[in-house]
């Protein structure tokens, strides 16, 4: 186990900054995702972890050592990769001890660590079988227990189920986070996939343009995200957003306006901002009494639906925007998740509300969070302005 520390990691190629600045303080025994799209630097962070690169910049730590020059073999980790190289002349116990019979182990201690790490990966019974006999998931078992079987104080895994079909790879997090569990050593792991970020980890480390962007729990990221990146990358689908303008009493934009009291969500009138909010954080009026802070209706038109089984996704157009004629009318477009058992059908009028309580302000040109949660327990609430907007119909 071990704390592992980066400190203004920088690594530069010739004309490519893929890390940049970064600063990374991970707890002995945390389960830190990096995750961000492809070609954010995930992997080259990664490995100025491992040891396979040399920042250009700045320190790498790993316990209460200073381990930037130091080569990967002495560094106390070990890495599992996509590509599962497993030996194919080899059976699994040859293939799980490889490493430490080259290190010149007892035969002994060599026994007693493959069944362990075979216990620990359920691979036992298996260890006499070829590589070419198993499926992609026990292969990647194999890779995980050759792994396990060097004691790391760190392991680095570098999107070790991407090769894997979809429900394996669903299959195959329940076990990293058992292993995890079981063996409380401090995991790194790289993914693009921000579903399996926010399903293993402790922290999150969202990267983006090798820089980071936000690192805390997968919740907070979720419901607080730092910044625009943050919204959009992490929760699928994809968080709404609609750039406006703030005035006295709230938001305007071409698609709708919310009301608010600027002075106490941290905006003034004239700011730019972009209002954010998450498809299952608006609703169809009719459910607004299961709202905890609806806000004033607004005007739409459902365009397309997608049903997902367990819920319902539907595209609105809402009446401004299709008033202004817009002709990116779909570039305004709301997203809207209702339960399944829904009666909302294709290119129908309706009324949505959206829940005060998780809408979002970012600044527009630096899209950093402002305001999480637009309720306002003093003054105008949310009662009130839906009180008023009723009295309107
Ligand atoms: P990710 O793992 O997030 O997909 P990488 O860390 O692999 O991203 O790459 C980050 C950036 O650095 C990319 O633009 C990539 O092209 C660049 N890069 C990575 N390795 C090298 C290299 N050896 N030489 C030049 N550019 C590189």
Redo the contacts with the bound molecule.
């Keep these: 186990m071990a704390r592992v520390k980066l400190e203004h990691v920088t690594?530069r190629?010739?004309d490519?900054?893929?890390?940049d600045d970064m600063n990374l303080d991970i707890r002995d025994g945390e389960f830190v995702c990096?995750v961000?799209?492809?070609?954010?630097?995930?992997?080259?962070?990664?490995?100025t972890i491992a040891g396979l690169?040399l920042p250009t910049e700045g320190e790498v730590w790993i316990g209460d050592r200073e381990v930037t020059r130091l080569p990967p073999k002495d560094r106390g980790v070990a890495m599992v990769f996509q590509n599962i190289a497993l030996f194919p002349h080899m059976n699994v116990k040859d293939n799980i001890s490889f490493g430490l019979r080259l290190r010149k182990y007892d035969s002994e201690e060599i026994d007693r660590r493959v069944e362990r790490a075979s216990d620990i990966v359920q691979l036992e019974g298996m260890l006499e079988r070829m590589p070419d006999e198993m499926s992609g998931g026990q292969r990647q078992r194999v890779a995980i227990a050759r792994a396990i079987v060097r004691n790391p104080d760190v392991f680095l895994m570098?999107e070790p189920l991407a090769n894997l079909d979809a429900k394996l790879r669903v299959h195959m997090r329940t076990e990293l986070q058992r292993l995890h569990k079981e063996l409380e050593t401090t995991i790194i792991y790289?993914t693009?996939d921000q579903a399996e970020a926010m399903t293993m980890s402790d922290r999150i480390a969202v990267?983006d343009s090798?820089e980071l962007q936000q690192i805390d729990p997968p919740l907070v990221c979720y419901n607080e995200p730092a910044n625009l990146f943050v919204a959009g990358f992490i929760g699928s689908p994809s968080m709404n957003f609609t750039t406006g303008d703030v005035t006295e009493s709230g938001f305007t934009s071409d698609s709708f306006d919310i009301e608010f009291d600027p002075a106490r969500m941290g905006v003034s009138p004239g700011d730019h901002v972009t209002l954010g909010v998450r498809p299952e954080d608006v609703y169809p009026v009719d459910q607004r009494e299961s709202v905890g802070h609806p806000s004033m209706r607004i005007d739409a038109r459902t365009d397309v639906t997608e049903p997902m089984g367990d819920e319902i996704f539907v595209y609105l157009v809402t009446q401004e925007d299709i008033e202004m004629d817009f002709e990116a009318a779909e570039a305004g477009q709301l997203l809207m998740s209702v339960s399944p058992d829904s009666d909302v059908d294709v290119d129908q009028d309706i009324q949505v509300v959206l829940d005060r309580a998780k809408i979002h302000l970012f600044d527009s040109e630096t899209g950093d969070a402002i305001q999480h949660g637009l309720v306002n327990p003093t003054s105008r609430d949310s009662t009130t302005e839906e009180a008023e907007a009723g009295s309107d119909d």
Excluded at 16 to 19: D, L, Y
């Design positions: 690594k190629y010739e490519v900054t893929a890390v990096l961000g799209p492809s070609g954010c630097g995930k992997s080259t962070t990664m490995e690169t570098d790289v693009h990267i090798g």
